[in-house]
Each structure stands twice: as C-alpha cells, then as structure tokens.
C-alpha cells in the first residue's frame, strides 16, 4: 500500500473541489448525465464554467442505448451490467479533454445498490484512478456498504460522496432517513466512517409545490444535513433551471443536475434537425 502518495492524491482532488465552490461563492454544480458519459458535451460544459464532472454507468447503458434502453429508469435496472473497463475508458476520455484541474468523480458497478451481487476489487480502484478518477460517486444504502467503498477507494487515492435518501424514493439511492432527525443522524455516521462529501437526495415529489421552489419537507432534510456535518454538503435530484436558485439558498455547497442538462440538450437537437429539415 502506498499511504502517501493515495493521501496525496486525495487531497490533490479535495482541493478541486473547494476551489470549485469558492469560485462560485459557496455553492457549485455537478454536470452529470450527458455531460458525463460524452468528453464532446463535458468539455462543453467545462467551458461553460462547471468544475465537476460525473460519468456515472446508468448514464453510459442509457447513452449506449445498452439493451435498448431508452430512459434512465430502465437502465437502473441493468446498470450492473455496464464494465468496470467502460466507465475507465470514459473517465480517460473526459480527463484527456478537461484537462487535469476539473474534479471527476466516477459511478461504477457496485457503487450503487445493485441489484445483483455486485463487487469492488482493488484493482478495479486503481484502473479508475489511473484512468483520470479523482472520486467515487456512491449510492450505498448501508453505512456497512458504504465503509467498505470507503477504504478502497481511499487506499487508492478516491475520495467519496454519498448520499442520504427517503424510504420512499423509487430507486433506493443511499442510506434511508424518514424524518430530519434521521437525516442527521445518519449524516454524522456517514462522516465518522470518513465520507468526504455528503449529500441529500432531493427528488421526492411533493403536490403544491411551485416551480421554483423546495418542497418545505426537502428543506427541512437539507437544513438537518447541513447542521449536522463539517464535510461539503451536496443537493440531487428533481434540481432543474427553474429551482437551481432555490436550491443555492439553502447553503448546500455543491448541486447535481443531470436530468435537466440531457432534457435541454435534447431539445436543441430537435430544434436544430427541425430548422435544417424546413428550410
């Protein structure tokens, strides 16, 4: 084990990402889904401003049209199924256009709650460090799981955000919390057992909430995450252009947006074929 170096490199990432959220006066964006799975739309994205990028393996079986999937429910399903050489050979690819000061931060297969066995080795850890990774984008449900991810990637040079999520969210993206005391509670397991970045899942749909807006539930879990913990705090899911702002006044320091990127950019596509067809 090389301890220095991979504390080192860690480091080296930490020090991206609170660049990021300096640069952006406390709060910051997470480019994911297409931006995240293509160099073509991170560098885009890149240029724009953003400082952290997301390849995630839903995203690749989603871009790869893998099995026919066409939205990113169904590749849940079979983003097990997704190589750990794939996600490298796109991390590679986004780091090569980047360039080395953008932090990555990678979801592999057994990262997430899969639903089948699936397991992390060390040199899986290391062929995604060697291939650009500066983290680990995790969505265990157990603090058990969540440890075990922890000391692998740590031992080799990734840090770690994972997240907290409701027991009633459709896919299980992170350790279960029903009410703000739990979600706090939970938050200071989760830094105790050394998660570098700790987040809130936000999607939860509430009736009555105006666009724009927070649900009142999701802000009193945001509120309970951000009082608990000293490590960066992260906000995903359900955050679009319409309530980014919101979101930033919760004093969340980094926000997540996939979903919202891939709609627009769909829509520009369509616009584009629509305007040359027509002419």
Request: charge should be negative.
């Amino acid at each position: 084990m090389i301890v220095g170096d991979m504390y080192q490199k860690r480091e080296a990432g930490r020090k991206k990402v609170l660049a990021a959220i300096a640069a952006h006066g406390g709060t910051t964006l997470l480019s994911t889904g297409i931006t995240g799975d293509d160099a073509r739309m991170a560098l885009a994205a890149v240029e724009a401003g953003a400082r952290l990028i997301e390849p995630n393996h839903p995203a690749l079986a989603l871009a790869r049209g893998y099995k026919g999937v066409t939205n990113m429910h169904a590749a849940e399903n079979l983003r097990h199924e997704i190589k750990m050489e794939q996600m490298a050979e796109v991390v590679n690819g986004i780091r090569n256009v980047v360039g080395p000061d953008i932090y990555i931060t990678v979801g592999v297969p057994g990262t997430f709650a899969e639903v089948v066995p699936t397991y992390l080795s060390d040199s899986d850890m290391a062929m995604l460090a060697r291939a650009g990774a500066d983290g680990l984008h995790t969505h265990k449900s157990t603090i058990e799981d969540l440890k075990a991810v922890i000391e692998l990637g740590h031992k080799n040079g990734l840090l770690i955000d994972a997240y907290i999520a409701s027991p009633r969210d459709r896919h299980l993206f992170g350790i279960p919390a029903d009410k703000p005391s739990d979600v706090a509670e939970i938050a200071k397991q989760m830094q105790d057992v050394g998660t570098d970045f700790i987040g809130l899942m936000t999607g939860m749909s509430y009736e009555g909430v105006a666009a724009g807006e927070i649900a009142p539930e999701v802000r009193k879990r945001l509120d309970a995450l951000l009082g608990a913990v000293t490590v960066p705090t992260i906000a995903e899911g359900g955050i679009n252009t319409d309530n980014f702002k919101a979101f930033i006044g919760t004093g969340v320091n980094i926000i997540v947006v996939g979903t919202a990127i891939d709609d627009l950019a769909k829509a520009g596509v369509r616009q584009a074929v629509t305007t040359l067809l027509n002419q």
